[in-house]
């Protein structure tokens, strides 16, 4: 107290100045969606040409595979294997550091390449929220009414505005990491020929091709001085487009010159690709923004709407935006700031209808505001920064935070009667504000060990609260005295709770005495209590994330294995058209050969990404289903399934995209395949599992080459030849490159028409031999169709398929238990097959374990806690029970509201432990003090009478504060919202266990009153 005297001006000060600080803070602190958490996931791209998936996972995929389970740290490694290409993902344990790890993995890698095929190229990507982007814009073309065809536009033209002058535009934003571009055409000039022509001058495609490379020189030749200067020497000869390439001269003799437009055509044509970009149905071009691991996503965003916005597009050219996650990060900050407003005039309008004081209310606001700003600084200086989790953390802290200040605010006020008894009452109170502070401050301890997705989360949220907390406390122990005893005349203001007994003080009086006089009725209140829980726990749906409407979705599809660009383009036509046709659309774009999150290019595989219209009618999960239902009874084929943006991208991260994931294991690929399909038909005719793909990926037909040595050997040729002949006619090569003031331009020297070539086409290609004759390639070689050659996936080098599938309108807990009970009816398995679950129940499961461990370490530390502030053990356990019991109302509260139980829900009921031990505090503390100076029943009494009015407050506001998140009211505040419910619901049915039950189960430890006869 004397401190606090002595120091008032200069401990207010102090507060103003920590929140000024706070606040300049806040306008730096990095802004994304999600906490940056380097998740323990390494994935390996690799790329080895065209060759059979089987050649693939032999020569590419299991030498890499052996090389990255040498790394320190690893747990699991995951490869699927196409033709020619494979993915590998290598998990590590959570804790490690993955910047070492990544680098490692690299090292490993690199060791073995040079016993890999020829040619073979990787990437390594450490997986992390910046591997995706935080914004996405279309370039295309101007266009009439949305499905109409548009104005003629360059591709090429169109990629070289992106690469050439938008990149650069944007590069040099501070915290913007890269900038990528998909869609468009590369230009190249094309020289195209045939073998029949080439015959006729003696040549043939390759001479063709060095003869081009041999005249494109571009060399420094030496140096020389001359009249005082230093002169550069050098020899150029590069052609500089089609019609100087035609020029160049093959062959010089004495029948005369032979250039290249002699015997081939020269033109200007486009790189081969096999991935077709769209938005809303028009080829376009698109751009990706990428941040820097510790960019603020808000103000990259602006900065590089600011740039565009003052960028000439060239006529006939739009830009649109089809993804910005700062929209949805904005949204959920306006929807924080929204709850914190909300919440603080409803808990003043409390102190209001209590105290009766603007100026007492206006103490409340000023420390709870106080306190936000303050809490800024240990989020800046333990380099955090503001998503959907310390966002959330901060809103729902506000009900947390009103608690401390009115019990203060309430015991000044019933204790002073002077300015000079502010101080005194305030330091008599701070052994139960520490005790009660102490109490919800270290169930946040346990949840910061949490390991998994969880934790990577809940770390935030819990220094989040913690900070606040901690805040909290020394903001309402130093500031909150001072400033009532600045403001506040307690000669003119009386405490109103003096005056009389009110309506609820007579109904509590009554309820108190009755329970006193007949405790047994505790017993049937407790089993209806228990009885429900026990319904409601085994009803309850449970999750892993909470769903959040994005105003978007992503939706992956597969047509038939195999099926061309072409026809695949054809096929999603249609499901374009419904795209098209829902009133809710703003925008969509279509990838086809590539995805958003980086999977093995396939010709029949891609994704869209639908961008809906901000005020839609219907929520995003029922447009999700209405669309899949039309794509599956309309577009036969085709294969679709759809995520919100978030929930795919935690599952890319996490290496966990399906809630459902039952993993086959067994000897080879071919005998696992008929079982999947089996499993796949039996698990989708369960209720409420959608979107079941059986696992088994066809790379797609193929032709097999096969050539015979003899007869390769009596055409006077070796099998390498001709297979470089065939491969030089159908993919060409690069026999150089055009160097133009802005970029550079290959020139690809292949057969003419090798792109229309078709199956029996390919039997007649021709080929030269050594000698010049030329023969059709079926003169050595049969041509065989391979049907569905499947893709190759492995889990820890054993054969495995993953059969994957959604959940809808059911929790995942009870879709899983139907799930096991159809895999362990006989038959259905072989004996040599086994299978684990994975996919997002395993990590719901991982998360459940590790929230109960972190119950239970909090049940232990508030028993610690309350033995240490009250002796024995009695008393302690007592209050344990009535606290462990309030968590019944938790699943009560989320059965009743359709809420799921995930892993928000699940930290909320750990914090209800310490919220209810906290309430349980005030009034033993209380009990304690009166109990040396009246007989110990009527302390119980008039302990609970005196709390009855702080205890009331305090519920009342805190409920009221939570109440905008439990209501999920604005974008991203649904993340919070289980948690919000969990805390409601505690707070409420602790209020009459704290008030009626503890004190009369506190009455019966003590001796029975001597008869006075």
């Known amino acids: 107290m004397s401190f606090t005297a002595r120091n008032g001006p200069t401990l207010l000060v102090l507060a103003l100045a920590l929140a000024v600080a706070g606040a300049i803070a806040a306008l730096s602190l990095p802004v994304g969606l999600f906490p940056q958490v380097a998740f ?51 998990d590590f344990g959570w804790g490690r550091d993955m910047i070492a790890a990544t680098l490692l993995v690299q090292a ?10 020829a040619g073979t190229g990787y990437r390594v990507r450490r997986m992390d929220p910046t591997v995706y982007p935080i914004m996405s814009f279309a370039l295309v073309p101007s ?13 090429v033209a169109l990629r070289d505005l992106a690469t050439l002058q938008i990149v ?10 890269r900038v990528s571009v998909e869609g468009g055409d590369t230009a190249e000039i094309e020289v195209q020929t045939d073998a029949h022509r080439l015959a006729t001058y003696g040549l043939t495609l390759a001479d063709l091709a060095r003869t081009i490379g041999d005249n494109s020189v571009l060399q420094a030749v030496g140096q020389l001085q001359d009249r005082d200067k230093l002169f550069l020497a050098i020899a150029d000869s590069s052609p500089t487009d089609a019609a100087t390439i035609g020029a160049l001269v093959v062959r010089a003799g004495s029948t005369g010159l032979v250039r290249v437009r002699d015997v081939a055509s020269v033109a200007e044509g486009v790189v081969p690709q096999w991935v077709r970009v769209t938005e809303d149905t028009h080829a376009a071009v698109l751009l990706d923004i990428y941040e820097q691991p510790d960019g603020n996503a808000v103000s990259i965003a602006a900065a590089v709407r600011g740039r565009l916005s003052r960028f000439g597009l060239p006529a006939g050219v739009r830009l649109v935006t089809w993804y910005d996650q700062s929209q949805l990060v904005n949204r ?18 409390v102190l209001m209808g209590f105290l009766r004081s603007w100026r007492m209310t206006l103490i409340a606001c000023i420390a709870v505001v106080g306190t936000l700003a303050v809490t800024i600084i240990p989020l800046e200086l333990l380099g955090m920064s503001f998503n959907i989790m310390t966002l959330g953390g901060i809103a729902a802290a506000v009900g947390l935070l009103i608690d401390d200040v009115i019990v203060m605010i309430e015991h000044i006020a019933r204790e002073a009667r002077s ?3 502010v101080l005194p009452a305030a330091h008599r109170f701070l052994r139960p504000l520490a005790g009660s502070s102490l109490a919800t401050l270290i169930v946040f301890v346990p949840l910061g060990f949490l390991s998994g997705v969880t934790g990577a989360f809940s770390m935030a949220l819990s220094v989040t609260m913690g900070s606040a907390l901690i805040v909290s406390y020394a903001m309402t122990a130093l500031v909150v005295p001072l400033l009532a005893r600045s ?18 003080d007579r109904t509590h009086g009554w309820l108190l005495t009755r329970l006193f006089a007949q405790p047994w009725l505790l017993l049937p209140a407790l089993a209806v209590l228990l009885a429900a829980g026990w319904i409601a726990y085994h009803r309850v749906p449970t999750g892993f994330m909470p769903k959040v409407d994005e105003g978007g979705f992503v939706m992956d599809y597969y047509s038939a294995p195999g099926t061309s660009l072409t026809e ?17 659309l703003d925008t969509f774009s279509r990838r086809l050969g590539t995805g958003l999150g980086g999977d093995l290019n396939q010709s029949y595989h891609g994704d869209y990404f639908v961008r809906l219209k901000d005020s839609h009618a219907r929520s995003t999960p029922v447009i999700m289903a209405d669309l899949l239902a039309k794509v599956k009874s309309q577009v036969p084929g085709i294969q679709v399934d759809a995520a919100q943006r978030m929930e795919d991208l935690i599952g890319d991260l996490a290496g966990a995209p399906q809630p459902i994931e039952v993993k086959l294991f067994g000897e080879s690929t071919r005998q696992l395949i008929p079982v999947a399909k089996a499993v796949a038909a039996a698990i989708g005719k369960l209720a409420g599992v959608v979107e079941v793909h059986d696992g088994v990926q066809l790379a797609g037909d193929a032709l097999d080459i096969r050539l015979d040595p003899v007869k390769v050997g009596l055409e006077g040729m070796t099998p390498i030849m001709v297979t470089q002949q065939a491969n030089d006619a159908l993919t060409g090569s690069i026999a150089t490159f055009l160097v133009l003031p802005t970029k550079s331009v290959g020139v690809r020297v292949r057969i003419a028409g090798a792109q229309r070539l078709r199956e029996d086409s390919l039997a007649a290609l021709a080929i030269r031999a050594p000698d010049g004759h030329i023969f059709p390639l079926s003169r050595v070689a049969t041509i065989a169709p391979v049907i569905g050659q499947p893709q190759i996936s492995r889990e820890n080098l054993q054969p495995m398929i993953a059969i994957t599938g959604r959940i809808q309108n059911r929790g995942i807990g009870a879709a899983i238990a139907d799930i096991q009970n159809v895999l362990a009816k006989p038959g259905l398995l072989p004996a040599a097959m086994r299978y684990t679950l994975g996919g997002v129940y395993q990590q719901q499961q991982i998360a459940f374990a590790g929230l109960l461990r972190v119950f239970c370490a909090a049940l232990l530390a508030e028993l610690l806690l309350l033995m240490f502030l009250y002796g024995g053990f009695l008393i302690p356990l007592i209050i344990m029970a009535c606290s462990i019991l309030s968590t019944v109302a938790v699943f009560v509260a989320l059965w009743l509201t359709g809420v799921e139980l995930n892993i928000t829900a699940l930290m909320g009921t750990t914090m209800v432990v310490g919220i209810s031990t906290e309430m349980a505090i005030f009034y033993v503390s209380e009990y304690a003090a009166l109990s040396g100076m009246m007989q110990p029943r009527e302390a119980l009494r008039l302990s609970s009478r005196t709390r009855l009015r702080p205890i009331t407050m305090t519920t009342l506001a805190a409920v009221l504060t939570l109440l905008p998140l439990s209501l999920a009211i604005g974008s991203g505040s649904a993340v919070q919202q289980p948690l919000a419910i969990a805390i409601i619901a505690g707070l409420l049915l602790q209020y009459p266990l704290v008030l009626l039950a503890l004190p009369v189960m506190i009455g019966l430890t003590l001796p029975q009153p001597a008869d006075p006869a």
Do not use: N, Y
């Open 487 to 504: 403001l506040v005349d307690f000669t003119r203001w009386h405490d109103p709770g003096t005056t009389g007994r009110g309506w609820l």
């Open 332 to 349: 959920s900050a306006a929807s924080v700031r929204d709850a914190v407003l909300i919440g603080l005039v409803l808990a003043a309008l």
């Open 168 to 177: 650069p535009l944007l590069s040099s934003i501070a915290g913007l990491a």
């Open 40 to 90: 323990p996931r390494v994935v390996v791209d690799l790329d080895a040409g065209s060759r059979s998936a089987e050649q693939t996972a032999l020569l590419l995929t299991a030498p890499v595979e052996q090389a990255v389970r040498t790394v320190p740290g690893v747990q699991s490694v995951r490869s699927q294997s196409t033709r020619g290409s494979a993915q590998i993902s290598v």
């Open 568 to 584: 695949t383009d054809r096929e999603m036509a249609q499901v374009d058209a419904m795209l098209l046709a829902m009133p809710e």
């Open 419 to 421: 300015r000079e008894d």
């Open 143 to 155: 266009a009439g009414p949305r499905g109409q065809t548009p104005l003629a536009a360059d591709p």
């Open 108 to 117: 490993a890698i690199a060791q073995v390449v040079p016993t890999l095929p």
